[in-house]
């Protein structure tokens, strides 16, 4: 930037004008010449940018190829609502890529990983601590499970309505949902469940949402259907809550009585709640490190 010439270059300037006037030059050259290489081009003005951690989503994993599918157009949709975030997949078991894997394809830096987990369980509190503190070239996060939440509920009411519910079945007096999950033996986990159970009655109008489990749990997804029966209600539908298909969610969808929802799949609330963990696990949770020595921490995190 060139300065102007005064309107009277006879006239002297004060002394605290003219010393002003001279720090004001230097410190413009300075700045200038900070900008020219020793060979005398123009060096490329970079911005002082802090590293984005890479995303990781994290999968169990299937046998059923159309869950890997459901989990890539998934992430494909984290993508579009935050370009530029390097978002990457592994895998706990039966698929490719898996996690440890993953990890070390980053590199140095920075890194989330974000469970495809619905709930508190075995995975999330001690084997994916596990693989972060050995993927010792990252610093890691583990952020919360997908679940509880009412980003969650609201798919789960979507994927009931698309498969045939309707707001008036929510006044009947007959009527009843289960909410069918993978199951452990994680007292959590069961928790977790009845409390995505109990907001998405409420979401439903104040209708009866009973879980159930295709595994490691009870009650099943029959005994479920029982119960409900006994109240007399015995038009029920089921809610399947699962991230993506799989064995799990088809023995399920058999043993439902009525309409059996589509799993959660690639829906957008599920994609805006994956940023969400990511950004609050961003923002300072549990250290993978301190998850692996205290995972009942992951339950406030």
């Not at 309505?161 to 199951?183: I, N, Q």
């Amino acid at each position: 930037m060139t300065e102007t010439a005064p309107e009277h270059p006879r006239e002297s300037l004060p002394l605290d004008s003219t010393a002003h006037l001279l720090t004001r030059i230097t410190s413009q050259l300075g700045t200038q010449l900070s900008l020219v290489s020793l060979n005398g081009t123009r060096r490329p003005m970079h911005r002082i940018r802090r590293s984005v951690p890479t995303l990781v989503a994290v999968a169990h994993g299937s046998r059923d190829p159309q869950a890997l599918r459901t989990v890539l157009e998934l992430l494909d949709r984290v993508r579009e609502l935050r370009p530029g975030l390097d978002v990457r997949l592994g895998h706990i078991e039966l698929n490719e890529p898996l996690l440890p894997d993953t990890l070390d394809g980053i590199g140095t830096g920075d890194a989330v990983l974000v469970p495809l987990l619905l709930g508190r369980g075995h995975h999330v509190r001690h084997d994916l601590p596990r693989a972060a503190a050995a993927a010792g070239h990252l610093r890691t996060r583990v952020a919360e499970p997908l679940g509880p939440h009412p980003l969650l509920v609201e798919a789960l009411y979507e994927r009931l309505v698309e498969a045939g519910w309707r707001d008036e079945d929510g006044t009947r007096r007959d009527a009843g949902v289960v909410l069918a999950a993978a199951g452990s033996r994680d007292p959590d986990s069961d928790v977790d469940a009845r409390r995505t159970a109990a907001l998405l009655g409420e979401r439903l109008g104040g209708v009866p949402v009973v879980p159930a489990y295709a595994s490691a749990a009870t009650p099943t997804v029959q005994a479920a259907v029982r119960a409900l029966a006994a109240r007399g209600r015995h038009r029920v539908a089921l809610a399947s809550y699962f991230t993506a298909p799989g064995r799990f969610a088809t023995v399920s969808a058999a043993a439902a009585p009525g309409i059996a929802a589509a799993p959660l799949g690639a829906h957008p609330a599920v994609a805006r709640l994956l940023l969400h963990r990511y950004d609050r696990a961003v923002a300072g949770p549990v250290p993978a490190d301190a998850a692996l020595a205290h995972p009942h921490l992951l339950a406030t995190a």
